[in-house]
């Protein structure tokens, strides 16, 4: 258990519809990353949060943001899903948003399963 | 942009036998490199990483050597067992990504007793 937590497991919906995705960061961590898995991308970096500021931006599409909050949860919203949305959303921490030392592991949660149909 | 290229999978193999999974980065500068292993319906646990160039880096019989020269972190282990099944991950990070990780497309590892 690597202390992340993300919420829901599973999630299904239809074309068009708006999702949230939550994120729970392991206790003491102040960044948070997203990531999306998908059979055709890969593991793509989408957006990462640090102490509730946006820090860097990946291959995110303008129909998704995130946000993370004074409690240091964090939140994906997809909206106007399309089929091809439908992937693996992974949530990680760190203590800092930088990496070298063990205190920059990024840990991940177990992720979110979103299919769009 | 930068990227990290692995060999294809799956790859399949007997107990004990000898694993080499390879791995090759684009970034310029000295990024960091990792390994990062996917076991069936889990998140991704980082195996082992290294920070600069010739560092080693070890964990679980696994082992990576930062290879500058030839842009390479390949993953070996000596002999694997059954429960190194699992999909794994080369990745990097740039000094100045902020933590960005990029992935590369991960390999299926299946070993058979």
């Known amino acids: 258990d690597s202390g992340v937590t993300q919420t829901p497991k599973h999630l299904i919906t239809a074309t068009g519809q708006r999702v949230t995705l939550r994120c729970s960061p392991r206790?003491?961590?102040?960044?948070v990353y997203w990531y999306q898995q998908s059979l055709d991308q890969g593991l793509q970096f989408l957006i990462q949060?640090?102490?509730?500021?946006?820090?860097a931006k990946g291959n995110i599409l303008e129909r998704f943001s995130a946000q993370q909050f004074p409690d240091l949860h964090s939140e994906l919203n997809l909206s106007s899903l399309e089929l091809g949305d439908s992937a693996l959303y992974f949530c990680?921490?760190?203590?800092?948003?930088?990496?070298?030392?063990?205190?920059?592991?990024?840990?991940f949660g177990p992720g979110t399963r979103l299919t769009v149909t | 942009g930068n990227s990290v290229t692995q060999m294809e999978g799956p790859v399949t193999l007997s107990e004990e036998a000898f694993l080499t999974i390879n791995c090759t980065y684009t970034?310029?500068?000295?990024?960091?490199l990792f390994w990062y292993v996917q076991y069936p319906g889990e998140g991704l646990q980082l195996l082992l990483k290294?920070?600069?160039?010739?560092d080693k880096g070890s964990n679980k019989g696994f082992e990576a050597t930062y290879r500058k020269e030839t842009t390479s972190f390949h993953l070996e282990k000596g002999s694997v067992q059954v429960s190194d099944s699992a999909v794994y991950f080369c990745?990097?990070?740039?000094?100045?990504?902020?933590?960005?990780?990029?992935f590369g497309q991960g390999t299926i590892l299946t070993v058979h007793p």
């Open positions: 990680a921490s760190s203590l800092r948003p930088s990496s070298g030392g063990l205190d920059y592991e990024q840990y």
């Open positions: 970034a310029t500068g000295y990024p960091s």
């Open positions: 290294a920070t600069k160039a010739d």
């Open positions: 206790s003491g961590d102040l960044s």
């Open positions: 949060y640090y102490n509730g500021e946006e820090r």
């Open positions: 990745a990097q990070e740039e000094g100045t990504s902020y933590g960005k990780l990029t």
